[in-house]
């Protein structure tokens, strides 16, 4: 792969080793109410260096959805350049998000606007958002009952709901009872790259919601901090993976990019084709008849 003038690596190059790489296991399409996800990394758009990057470390992950801030302070950057121009909205799907609310009237408006600045854009991505309520400036944690109700709120309104919240099973059964189109349980909190901090509980809240039905999508979000958390989430049975940090703070965010993708296709593989139980004593992986030799009991 070659490397641009400033030492980064080179996006062309980079989908001209994988091309022909799958971004999901051949056919295996993720359903999110209206939508069909060819890939099943969910990629932020904040906190990277430059637009530029942004925009290459999209390309680099092979992710076709990819999730905004509404909020109209930050549709722009720094230097004033807007967001949307570095995002193709024919390549992408748009998932507006709610973040920074920290009260259900907050998150409505929000959604709102992004609904309308998404049907301006003729993105499809207007029907659904991502809904984020926040009750803690310090741990970024969700307000459980202000999301719920925010989620009843959005779905009357005809909206498609993915709902951030903890990774508590209780509550994610009652965002799913309100009619959220996807539940998100975080791995960690936002942004400290501490990966999947209870996999017990996440196994619930996938037993749970999936009980009576199978194909609800279950999506890890926020706390990955490499790539080996995203493979993680999947071998857990996670639907898929939203991320963002871990490829925008990354020494270089298109390699890191990279990696999250492949570990995505490979973690789901595992997942499907099942892992063998973990045994307490060995089991040999040879077989035992016709050896030349016997046991010393």
């Known amino acids: 792969m070659d490397v641009t003038s400033d030492g980064n690596l080179d996006v062309n190059s980079v989908n001209?080793?994988?091309?022909?790489?799958?971004?999901?296991?051949?056919?295996?399409?993720l359903r999110v109410g209206s939508h069909f996800l060819s890939s099943?990394?969910?990629?932020?758009?904040?906190?990277?260096?430059?637009?530029?990057?942004?925009?290459?470390?999209?390309?680099?992950?092979?992710?076709?959805?990819?999730?905004v801030a509404v909020r109209r302070e930050r549709m722009y950057d720094r230097m004033g350049q807007n967001i949307l121009d570095y995002i193709d909205p024919a390549e992408y799907l748009l998932l507006p998000n709610t973040a920074g609310c920290y009260n259900p009237t907050d998150a409505v408006r929000v959604a709102r606007?992004?609904?309308?600045?998404?049907?301006?854009?003729?993105?499809?991505?207007?029907?659904?958002?991502?809904?984020?309520?926040?009750?803690?400036?310090?741990?970024?944690?969700?307000?459980?009952?202000?999301?719920?109700?925010a989620c009843r709120l959005l779905v009357a309104e005809g909206f498609e709901v993915l709902c951030y919240t903890s990774d508590d099973p209780i509550v994610a059964r009652q965002l799913k009872k309100a009619g959220a189109t996807s539940v998100m349980p975080a791995g960690s909190p936002i942004g400290s790259g501490q990966g999947i901090l209870n996999p017990n509980n996440l196994r619930i809240i996938i037993e749970y919601l999936k009980e009576d039905d199978p194909d609800y999508p279950v999506i890890v979000d926020a706390g990955v901090g490499t790539a080996s958390d995203v493979a993680v989430a999947f071998e857990l049975g996670a639907d898929g993976v939203l991320l963002n940090s871990a490829i925008a703070h990354a020494r270089e965010p298109m390699r890191m990019a990279m990696a999250m993708k492949h570990a995505a296709i490979a973690g789901r593989a595992a997942f499907l084709a099942g892992r063998i139980p973990k045994r307490l004593?060995?089991?040999?992986?040879?077989?035992?008849?016709g050896v030349i030799t016997t046991r010393p009991w």
């Open 16 to 29: 001209a080793s994988f091309a022909g790489t799958a971004s999901t296991p051949t056919g295996d399409v």
């Open 113 to 149: 606007l992004g609904r309308e600045i998404l049907r301006a854009l003729e993105n499809p991505g207007a029907n659904w958002v991502k809904l984020e309520v926040l009750g803690d400036s310090k741990t970024m944690l969700p307000d459980p009952v202000a999301t719920l109700e």
């Open 281 to 289: 004593y060995a089991s040999a992986s040879s077989p035992e008849e």
């Open 40 to 67: 099943r990394l969910i990629l932020g758009t904040g906190k990277y260096d430059t637009l530029a990057i942004m925009r290459d470390s999209l390309t680099a992950s092979g992710a076709k959805v990819v999730t």
